[in-house]
């Protein structure tokens, strides 16, 4: 019959879509790996972040330009400008200069930050569900965040700060999101790939004048093909997250994602980026187990 799915189509859909999402969860698991590389060529991750969502803007723009007015016109897509463009920027920036296990742990406190922010801009009450996931992550922020000496504030460093303002920016980009589903699905995307080139930017441009950064380096086949090579990547990466969410249940995308952990953390400890101790690895499992109530929650 027109219109019904065969079988064989409905178990390759069935079997594709998670490997669709365990590829977008590898491509931000491992995309410390790139950044670091092109910030050796003289590329700091926030002018490559500012040029790759760039070119998606680029792109979006020609595809869909009504969208642009719709951004504009639309003051709560502005937060979600600032929320993406935060998240993305502080997570390439904590993943390049920091400890890559310890910056993606305390990335995925994420689902801490949106339980508090669900409350004032959702109108979600805090359950008691709700309540024992908060107390599990910040025991275990604690525990990853604990100074070694028990006195020595100085070991909170700026990755650790880049990686907790961009789990609480994903939180309420995510927030967001849900708040604003009845935008179109172009405006939506152009604020998140926007916010990306816009932050990004600022960021860079702010560090360069006060002296902390250089300039983006002279054109050179390395750095240019190695950036047009991941923002195809990237955006290969995305529409696999649209394919594989739109066919999965949202709790079943939510723990499929948290697999991005795994493959940060691991191909951290294999190629030397990050230190797994006990006490990161106790305080990772807590933040995790609250990551894992939330998405099953879902």
Request: with cysteine.
């Amino acid at each position: 019959m027109a219109g019904v799915a065969s079988p064989a189509r409905a178990t390759d859909a069935r079997t594709l879509a998670p490997l669709a999402l365990v590829f977008n969860a590898f491509t931000w698991g491992v995309s410390w790996w790139p950044f670091r590389q092109l910030e050796g060529a003289g590329l700091h991750p926030l002018w490559l972040t500012a040029i790759t969502f760039g070119v998606a803007v680029a792109g979006l723009l020609l595809a869909r330009p009504r969208a642009l007015g719709e951004v504009l016109r639309t003051p709560a897509l502005w937060t979600l400008v600032l929320a993406a463009g935060t998240t993305n920027a502080c997570f390439n920036w904590g993943v390049t200069i920091g400890d890559v296990v310890r910056v993606v742990l305390l990335f995925y406190l994420m689902p801490l930050w949106a339980v508090l922010l669900a409350r004032p801009l959702l109108g979600e009450r805090i359950h008691a569900a709700a309540v024992l996931r908060i107390v599990l992550a910040l025991v275990g922020a604690v525990v990853v965040l604990w100074p070694r000496n028990g006195t020595d504030l100085a070991a909170f460093t700026l990755p650790d700060v880049l990686g907790l303002v961009g789990g609480f920016s994903f939180a309420l980009n995510n927030v967001m999101l849900r708040r604003e589903a009845k935008r179109s699905e172009p405006a939506r995307a152009l604020a998140m790939f926007g916010g990306g080139m816009l932050i990004a930017l600022l960021l860079a441009l702010v560090q360069w004048q006060a002296g902390r950064i250089g300039p983006p380096p002279a054109p050179a086949f390395g750095w240019v093909i190695g950036t047009a090579a991941l923002a195809a990547w990237f955006v290969a990466s995305n529409l696999a997250l649209q394919y594989g969410a739109a066919r999965l249940a949202a709790a079943t995308t939510a723990v499929i994602m948290l697999t991005e952990v795994v493959f940060a953390s691991a191909s951290a400890l294999l190629l030397g980026a990050g230190a797994l101790d006990a006490r990161t690895a106790i305080g990772g499992a807590l933040i995790l187990s609250a990551a894992a109530l939330a998405a099953l929650r879902r």
